[in-house]
């Protein structure tokens, strides 16, 4: 006999104490992004994947799941990210010229985890920046991030800098190496010398020098010093290591490190590429970066920018949360009764009713008061223990 309340793997219910943690987080983290000045939007959990997965590479695609649209007949896809739904949103629905500024929060699925000890139902939120191309943005999308964590309660946050734009301005001049993009991309991701070494055999000898050089180029703000001494002088180089320089220099956070062969969004990315850790967890707390080309493909090129963060794997890194002081009230056909009980809600108690013959069961609340009859009245006591 099969156990059918059995769940599939990497996916589990979230249960109270979780759930209002998860909530309150949401919560306080839509109010930050709301004082920055963005806008609340809610995609659909399902789109036809054309347009859910334009833009996003390949490693959207395999991380979604598909079914038949029933109506259409046509392939839809339930989101495995909400980035290119509100790119889409920002397109054609909002089409405003100026800059907005957007922000979302809600599950998505993922056909498989996306790293250690990952769900594969993650609660996405994030905020993303349209129509403005300067590295101002990507400064602002930068502290948000932070910010919220801070907020959150997380500290010894580790920020890691890296730059899409840097191997393909490494390559773009060496038709031998443009080529084999897709196969640097998973030598550096690895980094894998001895691949590496292999593969470029036949580069040019700068570029060579400059792709065995680049996984090597991991440290503090300083190997930006270094890794201007290795690599080629070109406009595209020069520009990733002073946006990189800038950056670091500016962010509010105890640890900054620049890993120049970090390619993780590589081919969702056009420029900056960040990422937020902690202590004790292996996946990055929040990934964001700019991603200028996503609107292209909607038919409206937008400058975008942006961050997303798993608010389980967030929620997780904290405490468990207080509970709630909260009231125990009979219920009974009162009006005197039940106009105290509405009076003591109204001020933000929580009044927890037993029905009669039956007590109240909860985790999240400590009851450390209750409404007891007062001759005509009802008036409340403290009590020691539930």
């Not at 300083?222 to 070109?234: C, F, M, Q, T, Y």
């Not at 105890?254 to 937020?276: C, E, K, Q, W």
């Not at 700019?290 to 997303?308: I, L």
């Amino acid at each position: 006999m099969s156990n059918t309340w059995l769940l599939p793997e990497f996916i589990a219910d979230v249960l109270p104490a979780e759930a209002r943690k998860m909530e309150g987080l949401r919560r306080l983290i839509l109010d930050i992004f709301q004082g920055y000045g963005y806008e609340l939007v809610i995609p659909p959990m399902l789109e036809y994947v054309e347009s859910l997965l334009t833009g996003t590479g390949q490693d959207t695609d395999i991380f979604t799941f598909k079914l038949v649209d029933q109506l259409s007949g046509r392939t839809m896809g339930l989101r495995a990210d909400m980035t290119t739904q509100v790119a889409r949103i920002d397109a054609h629905l909002i089409n405003r010229r100026t800059v907005t500024r957007l922000c979302y929060a809600g599950s998505v699925l993922h056909t498989r985890p996306a790293g250690l000890q990952a769900t594969r139902e993650p609660f996405q939120i994030g905020a993303e920046m349209y129509g403005y191309g300067g590295l101002e943005a990507d400064a602002e999308i930068q502290a948000l991030a932070l910010d919220s964590l801070k907020a959150a309660g997380i500290s010894g946050i580790s920020l890691n800098l890296s730059h899409a734009g840097l191997l393909k301005s490494l390559v773009s001049n060496d038709p031998v190496a443009k080529k084999h993009a897709p196969q640097l991309f998973d030598l550096l991701e690895t980094k894998d010398m001895p691949g590496l070494d292999e593969l470029t055999a036949r580069f040019h000898p700068l570029t060579r020098k400059a792709l065995m050089a680049l996984p090597g180029l991991y440290g503090d703000i300083g190997i930006l010093k270094e890794a201007k001494k290795v690599l080629p002088s070109n406009a595209g180089i020069t520009l990733a290591l002073n946006d990189l320089e800038y950056l670091a220099g500016i962010a509010e956070c105890p640890r900054v490190t620049i890993d120049l062969a970090d390619l993780n969004g590589y081919h969702y990315h056009s420029g900056i590429m960040f990422a937020a850790f902690v202590p004790g967890l292996p996946n990055a707390l929040a990934r964001g970066g700019r991603y200028d080309h996503v609107g292209e493909a909607f038919g409206r090129s937008r400058p975008a920018t942006g961050f997303t963060m798993d608010l389980r794997e967030l929620s997780r890194l904290l405490p468990p949360a207080e509970k709630r002081s909260a009231i125990r009230a009979p219920w009974r056909d009162d009006a005197v009764l039940n106009g105290k009980i509405r009076e003591l809600r109204n001020a933000g108690e929580i009044v927890v009713c037993d029905l009669p013959g039956a007590r109240a069961g909860y985790d999240e609340f400590v009851c450390d008061r209750e409404l007891v009859a007062d001759g005509d009245n009802w008036v409340l006591k403290t009590v020691e223990k539930e």
